[in-house]
């Protein structure tokens, strides 16, 4: 997938294009994405980073990065995406602008979006105003239930298995690799902490089970109370690896919420704790 950051890097083609963040690139996006790939034309996807939210709105916890936003858009066979830098100026454009300016520019000559669909300064702009200016459109099947805001609700709750389901896919949480306190490493079970981007949407704390780089793992979130820790921490043990992967970027998958975070009476209760969570994650099924 070719990635641009301008107008100007794109050739006026014959395109079909959807517009919108795209956090999560959940099932409602994907209907989208299946419409706008059957069509023949060029898919292309016009997308915006930092989310809209973060510039004029109350902020917003992601669900991906734009890296990952990206990569699950190429999978789906997204040609080209657009990303624009989001700007108050930029959410100052009045609907019919955007449309000649950053859709007609680039060669659109068909649409695809949810009936709900919605752009332009204060939203004015809809599907029946691009039919209006000359462009097709074509309105993706609804998925009931599904939006990025109730995936957060389930996310923050730490109901994966429920967020899955409207993802299509299992719930994720990726940072670079950093180094810790080693004491994982200390009880047999070495993990690889994570730093995530201070945007993203971390699930609850607790114990899961999941995977990471092809490899079941167990992964704590939260603060360590066994240990005083004040701090959230990510670390996933990752069940048959051995190797080194301080500053790779790592995305983890959450299969199952195993157990809420606790203290205990001893080390030794500590280590035969996680011993059975590393049972419940062989055993654990992807969502």
Do not use: C, K
Request: aromatic fraction near 6%; glycine fraction near 10%.
């Amino acid at each position: 997938m070719r990635i641009s950051g301008s107008i100007d890097a794109l050739a006026p083609l014959p395109r079909a294009v959807a517009v919108g963040t795209f956090d999560g690139v959940h099932r409602g996006h994907q209907a989208v994405i299946g419409e706008l790939v059957a069509t023949g034309l060029l898919p292309t996807i016009v997308t915006f980073d930092p989310h809209p939210r973060m510039v004029v709105g109350d902020g917003v916890e992601l669900l991906t990065t734009l890296e990952r936003r990206l990569e699950l858009l190429a999978a789906l066979g997204i040609a080209e995406t657009l990303v624009l830098p989001f700007s108050p100026a930029l959410a100052q454009l009045d609907a019919e602008t955007f449309a000649r300016t950053h859709l007609e520019a680039i060669g659109a000559q068909v649409v695809v979006a949810s009936a709900s669909f919605r752009f332009g300064h204060e939203r004015r702009g809809d599907l029946a105003l691009l039919e209006r200016l000359g462009l097709a459109t074509l309105v993706a099947p609804h998925v009931p239930g599904v939006s990025s805001s109730q995936i957060r609700r389930l996310v923050a709750a730490g109901e994966v298995r429920a967020a899955a389901a409207l993802l299509g896919r299992p719930v994720e949480v990726e940072g670079t690799v950093v180094a810790g306190d080693a004491r994982g490493a200390g009880l047999g079970f070495p993990t690889a902490n994570l730093a995530a981007q201070e945007s993203l949407l971390v699930p609850a704390f607790g114990i899961y089970a999941g995977q990471a780089r092809g490899q079941r793992a167990a992964i704590s979130i939260g603060t360590n109370p066994h240990y005083g820790g004040t701090q959230r921490r990510i670390e996933a043990f990752l069940l048959d690896f051995a190797g080194d992967l301080y500053g790779e970027r790592v995305v983890v998958e959450l299969w199952e919420r195993l157990r809420d975070e606790a203290v205990f009476t001893s080390e030794a209760e500590l280590v035969a704790q996680i011993a059975r969570d590393v049972e419940a994650t062989q055993a654990a099924t992807r969502p």
